[in-house]
């Protein structure tokens, strides 16, 4: 359940089953032959069958980046990006274009965008400020609520929504001079007043899943940052859905391997490693982790605990 892997490094469909994966996604490019919805649709139920064949049969997870509209699906309608969107300063909008963004994405049998970005872009040089509303912090929220809204609905387990996945946390468009993944430089109280507010009002508004950022606070990396992810994100504001990296995070940490990398990750607070490509050697390691008692049993337990809640919300055994 804490694996997540991009379908086109699958090394064996069948792994699947073997490995009793819990998630899968498509990056960027990581479509079928034919990038029809038919084809997306029917590829995901090819894996789902798989997923089923495992001894609980829990069905897969399956996510993508739909940030502004289902973009990797040919004949999507595209919309402007976050930037774009800021500049109108209109929530109800910016709420229609999720709607239609979860419409078409479950439509493709996918149950999960990577969006809304909630960063406050501080910096016009910061090479990702498309993805940012815009650099007040109340705007961000604002039009971060409306997205998460349009993405999930009333309820995650209507069939035609999505879970929203707010990223990337937290301070990522702060970075000294712009740098992208660079070193967000500022006091607590900076941080809380200028970086967090998107996500309160995201969490309130019912986001179930928060993406962890490249970026670092005071040279400290989010992937890896305990007082962060588990005393403020889950502790402070009650996230009780579940956090995941962003693409091959973890390996950014300080660790002397990758296995010490991913401890260091997962006892910061992250449940599901969006791996992507290694995920024989991810599960292993993982593994000997707790075998070892360096990832304890009570935090593998929270994790896959909070992973099973929201395909539970999502209704995802009666999505197939």
Known sequence: ????????????????????????????????????????????????????????????????DAVH???????????????????????????????ITALETAGTGIHWAFAPCVAVGRDERWGRSYESFGEEPGLVASLGV??????????LADHQRVLASVKHFVGDGGTTNGKDQGNTECDEATLRSVHLPGYI???????????????????????????????VLKGELGVTGFVVSDWKGIDQLSGETYKDNIALGINAGIDMVMVPKEYRDFIQALLALAREGRVPMSRIDDAVRRILRVKFELDLWNRL
């Open 201 to 231: 009002a995201a969490i309130r508004a019912g986001a179930r899943n928060i993406m962890t950022s490249y970026s670092s606070w005071n040279g400290n990396k989010m992937h890896g940052h305990r007082y962060l992810v588990n005393k």
């Open 146 to 155: 409306a997205a998460v809204q349009g993405l999930q609905g009333p309820s």
């Open 69 to 99: 509209g289902h973009n990797n699906v040919h004949g999507a309608v595209i919309f402007p990006h976050n930037i774009g969107l800021g500049a109108t300063r209109h929530p109800a909008l910016i709420e229609e274009i999720a709607r």
């Open 1 to 64: 359940q804490m694996t997540q892997v991009d379908r086109r490094y699958l090394k064996d469909e069948a792994d699947i089953t073997s490995y009793g994966l819990g998630s899968l996604l498509s990056g960027g490019g990581s479509a079928p032959a034919t990038n029809t919805a038919v084809e997306w649709a029917r590829m995901i139920e090819g894996y789902q069958a798989r997923a089923l064949r495992t001894r609980l049969g829990i069905p897969l997870l399956y996510g993508i």
